[in-house]
């Protein structure tokens, strides 16, 4: 049994069974953090953190897919990409997921 670690979260991966599937590099291996950092087709989601000044947190954290892309125009960022929102990691991917599943449906 061959062993390695998830350079995201620490876990034991074996990877026996396809080390090709775990070879990101740098970035996350096990099974966990690729449900929770991928879409369900693959696309890869990134998080950020930033502490706004408001008097609520609910929008500290962010995600996106890792292709997103905005345009600056009029000194404001404007994008027809997803962005999920929370106040934490895992509320901002969840809704970011929401938002995926719910543009899929009207499509």
Not at 11 to 33: H, I, M, N, Q, S
Not at 34 to 55: L, V
Request: proline letters at 4%; charged letters at 35%.
């Amino acid at each position: 049994m061959s062993m390695d670690t998830c350079a995201k979260c620490g876990d034991l991966v074996d990877t026996d069974d396809d080390p090709a599937a775990y070879d990101f590099g740098d970035k996350c291996r096990c099974e966990t953090c690729r449900a929770k950092y991928y879409t369900d087709d693959g696309q890869k989601i990134e998080t950020s953190f930033w502490r706004k000044p408001i008097p609520t947190n609910q929008f500290d954290w962010s995600a996106h897919l890792d292709s997103y892309d905005a345009d600056c125009v009029d000194g404001e960022f404007v994008s027809n990409d997803p962005v999920g929102y929370g106040a934490t990691e895992a509320e901002a991917i969840h809704d970011l997921k929401l938002i995926l599943e719910e543009r899929e449906d009207a499509a």
